[in-house]
């Protein structure tokens, strides 16, 4: 055992300790590509941990602050964001989802999953990913992590002899080197070199537009999933008593549509598309942005040297509002399994991160296709099949909580 006198007191070498790093390498073994959600809260977390990051981003700094979607974060993402000391500023601007009603429409069917029952103060709670990106971009100044806007990294090559990764820019120029580098680029690389091998997709031929709409009727901390034969349509209580962000999730072209209506004409579709006899009456809505959807993923979140994270590993449907908490999940365990690491783009290291976040991310993947292909869809056969599901899900409490906790803590805490 080792005792305090003894130089590897602390489960490290006191040399090691004492020894400034010699090179800027040393000090920031791990480069980041993309300085969006995903990659900037690696960063931090990275910090949290003592191992120096920099970030490359190809937009300026601060545009994610421009974000316009509002995501569902789960109560596992609470306690990571609380873990890196800055739940209390995000909880300020977040919204408790306080029940979430289930129904599709033109069948029957429909259930109601509560916070009270689940025995939880929320099953989640709403924030702007913008202002997430705020949060995050405010606290890696405070750290003093360095963060290079402007600068498109184009080119990856690793050096085998020396275990070190050189990044290139757009133009060509060299810009750092690593040991470790992350993908965080927000998108599944078609291009990239093993492309062929490792990339899975799914085209769902849904896009989704994003906005915000006003009710005439305060709602509660109630949000709707409502399965349509286009695509889910989800409204999560946002900000106001009476505001909704708002999930229209529809065909590539009905997007272009709706993209195009006065907003009285869009208010009027929205109406339509969510029931005219339903209780809620959409009285105003905050201008329309789309984002086209798809399942795109990476068979393996590792390769030589690298690690793909957020996006960049897995593109999800937001049915289910799954893609950031996932990505918070690997960045925890990600944080976890480099410390202590001497090398931390050592193959060994990277497959451990790899095998513990295995049947976490396979999970996450597989529930999100899984509903987005059963609910969006107008076969007779399934619509009934979704109706008895629905009605299962609100007869059996012990269902409901299964899929309460698959949407609060993922496959592995679940
Ligand atoms: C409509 C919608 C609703 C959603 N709702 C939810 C939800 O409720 N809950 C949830 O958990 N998730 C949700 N998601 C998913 C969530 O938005 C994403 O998982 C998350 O934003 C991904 O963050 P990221 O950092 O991986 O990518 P991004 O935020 O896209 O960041 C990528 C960054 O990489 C930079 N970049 C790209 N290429 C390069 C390059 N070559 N060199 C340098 N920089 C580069 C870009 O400039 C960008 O800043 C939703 C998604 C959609 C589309």
Redesign the pocket.
């Known amino acids: 055992m080792a005792k305090s006198g003894d130089p590897t007191y602390f489960g490290a070498h006191l040399a090691d300790i004492a020894a400034p790093p010699r090179t800027a390498e040393e000090a920031t073994p791990v480069a980041i590509?993309?300085?969006?959600?995903?990659?900037?809260?690696l960063a931090l977390a990275l910090r949290q941990h003592g191992i120096g990051a920099r970030i490359?981003?190809?937009?300026p700094r601060g545009?994610?602050r421009h974000?316009p979607?509002?995501?569902?974060?789960?109560h596992g993402?609470q306690q990571t964001f609380a873990w890196l000391g800055l739940w209390p500023q995000i909880a300020a601007a977040a919204t408790p989802i306080v029940s979430i009603h289930v129904s599709q429409r033109g069948g029957f069917g429909r259930t109601r999953i509560t916070a009270a029952e689940q025995d939880v103060p929320a099953l989640?709670q709403?924030v702007a990913?913008g202002h997430i990106?705020a949060v995050l971009d405010t606290a890696l100044a405070a750290a003093g992590i360095e963060y290079h806007e402007h600068?498109?990294?184009?080119c990856v090559n690793m050096d085998a002899d020396t275990g070190r990764v050189w990044l290139r820019?757009?133009r060509g120029d060299a810009r750092d080197s690593a040991r470790l580098v992350i993908y965080?680029?927000?998108?599944v690389?078609a291009a990239h070199a093993d492309a062929a091998t490792q990339t899975r997709t799914r085209d769902y031929g849904q896009h989704?537009l994003?906005c915000e709409a006003r009710t005439s009727t305060p709602h509660h901390g109630t949000a709707y999933e409502r399965f349509t034969a286009q695509g889910p349509l989800?409204l999560?209580p946002c900000g106001a008593a009476d505001n909704f962000?708002v999930?229209y999730?529809c065909s590539p072209d009905e997007a272009r549509r709706l993209l195009s209506l006065d907003d009285a004409a869009f208010l009027a579709a929205l109406q339509a598309h969510f029931g005219l006899g339903q209780r809620l009456r959409f009285v105003a809505a905050t201008p329309r942005?789309v984002?086209p959807?798809g399942l795109r993923y990476r068979r393996s979140p590792i390769g030589p040297r690298r690690v793909w994270?957020?996006?960049?590993?897995q593109?999800?449907?937001?049915v289910?509002?799954?893609?950031?908490?996932?990505?918070?999940r690997d960045i925890r365990d990600l944080a976890r399994v480099l410390t202590g690491s001497p090398d931390p783009g050592a193959r060994a290291t990277l497959q451990r991160y790899a095998n513990t976040r295995r049947i976490d991310r396979a999970g996450t993947i597989g529930f999100t296709d899984g509903i987005v292909r059963l609910f969006s869809n107008d076969l007779p056969l399934l619509r009934e099949g979704r109706g008895l599901a629905l009605l299962a899900l609100d007869l059996l409490p012990p269902l409901r909580g299964l899929v309460a906790r698959r949407m609060m803590y993922g496959t592995r805490d679940g």
């Open positions: 590509i993309g300085g969006g959600l995903a990659g900037m809260t490359f981003d190809a937009r545009a994610a974000d979607r509002a995501l569902a974060l789960s993402s989640g709403v990913a990106a600068t498109r990294i184009d820019d757009d965080a680029e927000g998108a690389d989704a994003v989800a999560l962000s999930v999730t942005h984002f959807l994270l957020g996006n960049a590993a593109t999800l449907h937001p289910a509002g799954q893609g950031f908490n996932l990505a918070l």
